[in-house]
């Protein structure tokens, strides 16, 4: 069946340092890749998506690439700071026919100061 | 607009009993998906409703059921309950006016079974 692999499944960084968490998927048909942050004790938030059409996309201090060919996608956040810690997940859309998501296991990231 | 809203926030049940969660999704949004959140399995999709009818299902075993009404409200029913449901449920909603689009999470529902 599906999958998304996600690598590392913890990582930490001083503040200021870039962080990178990187993404596999299984199943070509998928077209659509969020990722989602979430804190201890709150809901996942979305923070950054891309389709299979676009091979970059970039918001302020976060950024998404995507290889279609090679079947991954990666996050990166730059200048991180204290407030970027939490749990970081990637997706990828189930198929084409809905809204439906397959998670990676989630990465932990720790910025300390 | 009102977030996603889920009832109950947290719920204790036995082994053997069943239980039903409740999820209103954002006004205007008319898919609502549901996954498990463990510890261990992180975020697991469990199914998938799009005007009152199933989309897509995820590995659960029959045990775990849903529906959504007419009014886009989706509930999810879990029946001889194990130990290994003990679990964080989500329910997310999007506009599904084309696939892959955002979705929104609720709160969850805590549920922990003895």
């Known amino acids: 069946g599906e999958n998304v692999e996600q690598h590392p499944s913890t990582l930490s960084v001083q503040e200021g340092d870039s962080a990178v968490i990187k993404c596999t998927y299984s199943?070509?048909?998928?077209?659509?890749f969020p990722w989602y942050k979430q804190e201890l004790g709150k809901r996942p938030q979305l923070i950054i998506d891309i389709r299979s059409n676009v091979g970059e996309k970039k918001d302020q201090r976060i950024a998404v690439t995507l290889n279609k060919t090679a079947k991954h996608f990666s996050l990166h956040i730059t200048e991180t700071q204290p407030e970027d810690s939490a749990v970081y997940f990637c997706a990828a859309s189930i198929n084409q026919a809905g809204t439906a998501l397959i998670f990676g296991k989630g990465t932990t990231l720790s910025v300390s100061s | 607009k009102a977030g996603v809203t889920q009832t109950p926030r947290y719920l204790i049940k036995t082994r053997g009993q069943q239980v039903t969660l409740s999820c209103s999704p954002i006004s205007g949004h008319r898919s609502v998906s549901w996954y498990q959140q463990t510890p261990g399995q992180g975020l697991q999709f469990l199914f998938e409703y799009f005007s009152e009818t199933q989309r897509n299902k995820g590995n659960f075993p029959g045990r775990f059921s849903g529906r959504q009404f007419s009014n886009s409200r989706s509930e999810m029913n879990v029946s001889t309950l194990e130990l290994g449901d003990s679990a964080l449920y989500l329910c997310?909603?999007?506009?599904?006016?084309?696939?892959?689009?955002?979705?929104?999470f609720g709160p969850g529902t805590r549920l922990l079974v003895l």
């Open positions: 997310a909603s999007s506009l599904a006016l084309h696939p892959g689009e955002t979705q929104y």
């Open positions: 199943d070509s048909a998928s077209n659509y």
